[in-house]
C-alpha cells in the first residue's frame, strides 16, 4: 500500500475575493501535493472557505444579501479560480456545509466531555477583521490589533471557555520533544516565547450575533470562528463519519499557513487535538507574507489582485516557477513584475526555452527528427550524466525538506550545465559525415537531459513540463510519469520523433509593458494557453483556408523578393495576393497551380500594394515549396 501525505492548507474567509495571497499559499500547496503524488504517496489535499463569523457576517450585510446567498456565491468563486489555476485538491470544505457543522457540535462536546469547557465572562478586546480575542497587554498604541493594526473593540459577554492553559506543559514538552513540529525555526520560536510567558483560556462561543454553528445544549451561543474553521481538518477526512478515511489520512503531515495564524494552529489546535485524544499533525509550516509591486495586499484598499490577471498576462507556470524561486519560503517577500520578467527572460525563456529549442532544431536537421543512437561516451558525457544524477538527489532533497527555491536553483545549475555541454561539444561542427556517431551521442545526451529536466518540472511546471515531453515524442508517457523515470540515465528511447516549434517562453521587452494596477475581480478570464503552442480546435477553425487558382503572377518593381498573384477563390472571388516567393519562383510556372490561401486575413499594404490574403508555403533552411492539393479540385474548396 502507498504511504500517504495529507496536506492542507487554511480555509480562507469568504468576506473578499481571493487574491494573490490566497492563491501563494494554494500553489505552493498544489505542488507539494503534485509532487508528494510524484513520489509514490496516497495524496490528500484539502482547500476551503471559513465562511461563519462577525466578518463574514458583515461584508454579507453590506452586499446586502442574506449571509448563505452570500457565502454560496463566493465559495463558487474561490472554487473557479482554483480550477483555472489548475489547483489539485482533493476536496473542498466548506464550513456551512452541513457534516461539517455536525462534526464541530461532536467535537466541542468531547471537549466538554473532558471537562475542558466551562461557562464565564467574557471582557476584553476584539478584532473583527482578525477574528482575534487579545489582552490588554498585547495591544499596539491606541489599542490597535498586533496582527493587522486595526482597532479593536471591547467586547463583554457570557462565553463557554475552552481550558488552554491546561496544556500549556503539554504542548511545551512537545516543542521541545519536536524541534520540526513548527517551522521555520524563528515562527517556532515565537510560539515557544509564547508558552514560556503561559496561555490563557480561551473564549469559544459567542452571543452577539448567530451567524456560526450553535453551541451543543445552548443554541443562545455560536461556536467561535476559529474553533469551527479548524475543525475543517479532521471534519474534512470523515471524523465521527468515516472511520477508514479518517484513520487512513490523520494526522495531517503538514497544515500549510501564513504566519499571522501561526498560534492558532501551533498552540490551540494541537491543544483541542489533545483534550479530544487525537494525535498531532505532524507539521505546521507558517509562511512569509507577500507584497505586491512593494505594496501591501489589502482588500480593503481595493488593490488585491486577482491571480488570472497576472496568469493571463504571464503564464500560469511563469507565475508558479516564480513564486518558488523568487520568494525564499519561509520568508517575507515581493511579487514584482519586473523581477518576473527578468525571470521569464533569464531563466525561462533564455536556459531552459533555448536549451530545448537547440537541441530539437539540431535533432531535426541531422536525424530526420528521429531521437539519435548514442554510441561511446567521452568524459565530457560522464561529467553530463553525472551532474544529472548529482541534480536528481539535492532536487529531492529540497523539496522533501519544503527548500523550493533551493531545489530550483539545483536544477537551473543543470541547466546550464546542460548548455555548456552544448558550448563545449560544438554540435554543429560535428554534422560532417565522419563525425556522425558523435554528433548522435551528443544530441542524445542534450534530449535525455531534458527529460529528465521535464520529469523533476511535473509537479512545479505541470504545462511546461508536459510541453517538453511533446517536443521530445513522448507525450503519451507524461500522465503517468513519475520518479522512477529518473531513476538512472538513458530511458529516452532513440527513435523517437521531436517536434521542433515555437519558443517555448517568449521573451518579455520590458520598455513594452505595463504593470498591472488594482483590478476587480473577473469573473471569467481568458486564461492563456499560447505558451503551450497549443490550441483548440475552435481556434483553428477561426482560419479559413481555401484552394485558390493563381490565375495572372508578375514581378513587382524594385523588390527582389515579391511577387503579384490573382487568384481565383471561386465563390469568394477573386484576390489579389502579394507574396514573398520571388527568389522561387518564376511567375510563369506559377500560373495555373492550385494553392492554399488563408482567405480571412486582415488585407495589409506591402510596398504600397494591398495584399487580400495569403498563400500558405512551407520552408526548410534555404529551400521555399508552396504548399499545393494533391490532385484538381475547385477553386473556392474549403481546407480543414
Ligand atoms: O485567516 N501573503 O483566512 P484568510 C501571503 N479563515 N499569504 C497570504 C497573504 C499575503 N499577502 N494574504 C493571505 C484566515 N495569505 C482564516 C483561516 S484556517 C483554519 C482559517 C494567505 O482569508 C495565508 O495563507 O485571512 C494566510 O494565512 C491566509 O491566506 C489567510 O487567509
Redesign the pocket.
Known amino acids: 500500500m502507498k504511504p500517504k501525505f495529507y496536506v492542507t492548507?487554511?480555509?480562507?474567509?469568504i468576506n473578499a475575493e481571493p487574491?494573490i495571497?490566497?492563491a501563494?499559499?494554494t500553489i505552493i500547496a498544489d505542488i507539494i501535493a503534485r509532487y508528494k503524488r510524484f513520489r509514490g504517496y496516497d495524496v490528500f489535499f484539502l482547500t476551503g472557505t471559513?465562511e461563519h463569523g462577525q466578518k463574514v457576517l458583515n461584508a454579507a450585510q453590506e452586499a446586502g444579501k442574506s449571509p448563505q446567498e452570500f457565502c454560496d456565491e463566493l465559495a463558487e468563486k474561490f472554487k473557479k479560480l482554483w480550477e483555472d489555476l489548475e489547483i489539485t485538491n482533493d476536496y473542498f470544505i466548506r464550513t456551512t456545509d452541513e457534516l461539517h457543522m455536525k462534526v464541530v457540535q461532536r467535537f466541542v462536546e468531547k471537549i466538554k466531555e473532558n471537562g475542558d469547557i466551562y461557562k464565564g465572562k467574557y471582557e476584553g478586546w476584539y478584532c473583527v477583521p482578525c477574528e482575534s480575542f487579545w489582552n490588554e497587554d498585547e495591544l499596539g498604541e491606541n489599542k490597535t490589533c498586533p496582527s493587522c493594526g486595526r482597532k479593536v473593540r471591547w467586547v463583554s459577554e457570557e462565553n463557554y471557555f475552552f481550558r488552554l492553559s491546561k496544556y500549556n506543559q503539554r504542548l511545551l514538552e512537545i516543542f521541545q520533544e519536536n524541534p520540526n513540529f513548527v517551522e521555520p525555526d524563528f515562527r517556532r520560536n515565537e510560539m515557544l516565547r509564547i508558552l514560556e510567558k503561559g496561555l490563557k483560556d480561551i473564549s469559544i462561543t459567542r452571543t452577539s450575533f448567530k451567524w456560526g454553528v450553535p453551541m451543543p445544549g445552548d443554541s443562545d451561543h455560536v461556536i467561535y470562528v476559529?474553533v469551527d474553521?479548524?475543525i475543517?481538518?479532521v471534519s474534512a477526512i470523515g471524523y465521527t463519519w468515516d472511520e477508514e478515511k479518517f484513520n487512513r489520512y490523520w494526522p495531517a503531515d503538514l497544515h500549510l499557513?501564513?504566519k499571522?495564524?501561526n498560534r492558532?494552529h501551533s498552540l490551540i489546535w494541537p491543544a483541542m487535538l489533545m483534550s479530544v485524544g487525537l494525535p498531532l499533525p505532524k507539521k505546521i509550516y507558517a509562511?512569509?507574507?507577500?507584497?505586491f509591486n512593494g505594496q501591501k495586499?489589502s482588500k480593503s484598499l481595493g488593490n488585491a489582485i486577482d491571480p488570472r490577471v497576472l496568469v493571463e498576462k504571464y503564464g500560469l507556470d511563469a507565475i508558479r516557477y516564480y513564486l518558488l524561486r523568487e520568494i525564499n519560503f519561509g520568508k517575507d517577500g515581493d511579487f514584482s513584475e519586473d523581477n518576473l520578467i527578468g525571470r521569464i527572460n533569464a531563466d525561462l525563456a533564455n536556459d531552459l526555452g533555448n536549451l530545448l529549442h537547440r537541441t530539437t532544431a539540431m535533432i531535426a536537421q541531422n536525424f530526420d527528427s528521429k531521437i539519435p543512437q548514442p554510441s561511446k561516451k567521452e568524459s565530457v558525457d560522464n561529467q553530463l550524466i553525472l551532474g544529472s544524477l548529482e541534480t536528481i538527489q539535492k532536487f529531492f532533497e529540497n523539496m522533501d525538506n519544503l527548500r523550493f527555491t533551493q531545489a530550483l536553483e539545483q536544477l537551473w545549475q543543470f541547466i546550464s550545465l546542460s548548455n555548456k555541454y552544448i558550448d563545449l561539444t560544438e554540435p554543429w561542427k560535428l554534422s560532417k559525415i565522419a563525425v556522425k556517431d558523435r554528433l548522435a551521442t551528443v544530441l542524445y545526451n542534450l534530449a535525455e537531459s531534458l527529460r529528465i529536466i521535464a520529469t523533476l518540472l511535473k509537479p512545479i511546471m505541470p504545462r511546461t513540463s508536459k510541453e517538453i515531453y511533446l517536443r521530445l515524442g513522448i507525450a503519451q508517457e507524461w500522465e503517468e510519469t513519475n520518479d522512477k523515470a529518473v531513476e538512472k540515465w538513458g530511458k529516452l528511447k532513440p527513435g523517437m520523433i521531436v517536434k521542433h516549434g515555437k519558443p517555448l517562453f517568449p521573451r518579455i521587452d520590458i520598455k513594452k509593458f505595463e504593470k498591472i494596477t488594482a483590478t476587480k475581480f473577473k469573473e471569467e478570464v481568458k486564461m492563456v494557453t499560447e505558451e503551450l503552442n497549443i490550441i483548440t480546435i475552435e481556434d483553428f477553425s477561426k482560419v479559413e483556408l481555401r484552394v485558390g487558382e493563381v490565375l495572372e503572377a508578375e514581378k513587382i518593381e524594385k523588390s527582389e523578393k515579391l511577387l503579384k498573384l490573382k487568384v481565383d477563390l471561386g465563390e469568394l472571388g477573386e484576390r489579389q495576393i502579394v507574396a514573398g516567393i520571388a527568389k522561387h519562383y518564376s511567375p510563369e510556372e506559377l500560373i495555373g497551380k492550385l494553392i492554399i490561401v488563408v482567405a480571412n486575413l486582415k488585407p495589409a499594404k506591402l510596398m504600397g500594394i494591398e495584399s487580400q490574403g495569403m498563400l500558405l508555403a512551407a520552408k526548410d533552411g534555404g529551400k521555399l515549396k508552396i504548399l499545393t492539393v494533391d490532385g484538381s479540385l475547385k477553386p473556392g474548396a474549403k481546407v480543414s
Open positions: 492548507t487554511p480555509i480562507y474567509y487574491h495571497g490566497s501563494y499559499t471559513d476559529w474553521a479548524l475543517n481538518y499557513i501564513g499571522e495564524i492558532f509562511h512569509g507574507w507577500l507584497t495586499i
